[in-house]
């Protein structure tokens, strides 16, 4: 059993950068697919970014790309996300989890853990 604490949320200007990390403990997620998603409040649970194990498949969001980086450190069995050039309509919980196939999956439904979330706030 894998388990995954976000943290580096907060309140932030629109313009603004924050960076998330998704720690986990128990288990090493070094051969898991990474993924973070968001919820706003009234919306349902939406893909941001993913990044399978070795790294080389980086999926993200058209909402994002360009302002949001996804990466990994195996080796600190972290995995984060740096967003940059952060709108209001960023403001949400982010949520990291993790699917053992490896994969970049958009889909919330292929993941099999997940972590608490961590509230990001854009102020305009």
């Known amino acids: 059993q894998v388990q995954l604490v976000e943290s580096g949320g907060g309140l932030v200007q629109a313009g603004g950068s924050l960076r998330l990390s998704c720690a986990a403990s128990?288990?090493?997620?070094?051969?898991?697919?990474m993924g973070w998603f968001r919820q706003a409040p009234g919306k349902e649970r939406e893909f941001v970014a993913g990044?399978?194990?070795?790294?080389?498949?980086?999926n993200y969001a058209d909402a994002v790309k360009g302002r949001f980086t996804v990466s990994r450190d195996n080796a600190k069995n972290t995995v984060y996300l740096q967003m940059n050039s952060l709108k209001p309509d960023d403001t949400a919980v982010y949520y990291c989890?993790?699917?053992?196939?490896?994969?970049?999956?958009?889909?919330?439904?292929?993941?099999?853990?997940w972590g608490q979330g961590t509230q990001v706030t854009v102020s305009s």
């Open positions: 989890a993790a699917n053992i196939a490896g994969a970049t999956y958009y889909e919330r439904g292929l993941y099999n853990y």
């Open positions: 128990r288990r090493t997620i070094s051969s898991y697919g």
């Open positions: 990044i399978s194990w070795t790294g080389g498949t980086i």
